[in-house]
């Protein structure tokens, strides 16, 4: 089945082992994040989610077949698993309540998760609104970058993110809550996760000596932020919305990563990465069910390894068996909803 991540890609490319590889190590790094990890593993691993974005843009192609078709394919192709995942979690969760008198979920965290929102939610799917909403722009991004100077590029990646400073100062101050609430959910989220697209749709055309000089530029920027903010390193404290220090430094570790193919591209072709990168999406999607079964030893010390191991074997275990089952359906279907 075909990854929510993998924007466009014509069948007959060589597989890039090095590809499965980044989007396997965002995966494992956005599950660690949920099971009440120390602060150091938080700061540190808060690449993750651009990795992804950054490997989405990598991975896009030319339209085929129009906008509409396009559009429809990726609506279809990210937002209909989530809604059956989410059906299936609900559908859960009323068992529960009927069955031993758990308590009952609000009808607006049933809604603001069908609209993948941060809150009102169950939590955990509002990175798919950000892998929707940037493969919905992919297309505009992609023909407005087309032959733009490598400096010019650099130049549009940081005046981005200062602009994107200031627009989040703009939209705090609007007082009409639901106007704000729209703002901050879409705009500010588009502009900032953008901002890695851009890099990740012209990287393959980075020469060596250009890719060394924009993820040296990213170091210098995050040096400079954390020293003028007495070196506290809080990435967390700007991801919500993307800003600042959580782009610069998401950028960077997605360019040293990318400075770091040759040396680590040798080591990299397994099947355990390739199964995790074409399946990611329902790997993190089902990781949702045991971190909520975990919730009452998610304040247990010197633990978070374990919960980790647990809740990632959990989530394949549920991955393996959901495709298991789905097999049975009419092909058509099963492309669907897997």
């Keep these: 089945m075909t990854d929510i991540l993998t924007i ?51 991975c896009y192609n030319s339209l085929r077949g129009g906008l509409i078709t396009y559009v429809i394919k990726r609506f279809k192709r990210i937002y209909i698993p989530v809604a059956v995942f989410l059906t299936l979690f609900f559908a859960a969760e009323i068992a529960s309540y009927l069955l031993v008198g758990k308590p009952k979920i609000s ?20 990175i798919m609104r950000v892998f929707l ?19 010019w ?9 200062i602009c994107q400073h200031y627009v989040v100062l703009m939209v705090e101050s609007i007082e009409n809550n639901i106007v704000r609430f729209v703002f901050e959910e879409t705009l500010l989220y588009v502009i900032g996760y953008s901002t890695i697209a851009v890099v990740g749709l012209r990287v393959k055309e980075f020469t ?39 782009i610069i430094y998401g950028m960077f570790a997605c360019l040293a990563l990318m400075c770091l193919k040759p040396v680590l591209n040798r080591y990299v072709d ?8 074409e399946n ?16 009452p030893w998610m304040n247990v010390p010197n633990m978070w390894l374990v919960r980790y191991c647990a809740v990632f074997a959990a989530a394949l275990l549920l991955t393996v068996s959901y495709k298991k089952i789905i097999s049975f359906l009419p092909l058509e279907i099963a492309k669907t909803i897997g």
């Design 153 to 161: 590029l650099c130049l549009i990646f940081f005046g981005t993110i």
């Design 280 to 295: 990611s999406m329902w790997i993190y999607l089902w990781h949702i069910i045991p971190v909520y079964a975990i919730t």
């Design 133 to 151: 909403m940037i493969a919905l722009i992919m297309p505009l991004l992609h023909r407005c970058l087309k032959g733009v100077p490598f400096a």
């Design 270 to 277: 397994f099947k355990f990465f390739n199964y995790l990168s």
């Design 107 to 126: 009808l607006s965290t049933v809604g603001g998760s069908y609209l993948l929102l941060n809150w009102p939610s169950i939590g955990y799917v509002w």
């Design 208 to 246: 060596g000596k250009q890719l060394f000089l924009f993820t040296i530029a990213c170091l210098i920027a995050v040096v400079i932020y954390v020293a003028s903010n007495d070196w506290l390193f809080n990435t967390q404290a700007y991801k919500y919305p993307p800003q600042s220090l959580y």
């Design 8 to 58: 466009s890609r014509n069948p007959a490319d060589k597989r890039d082992a090095y590809i499965d590889f980044l989007r396997a190590l965002g995966l494992i790094l956005l599950i660690g994040v949920h099971v009440a990890a120390p602060d150091w593993y938080v700061s540190v691993r808060a690449f993750d989610v651009p990795l992804m974005v950054f490997v989405s843009a990598m």
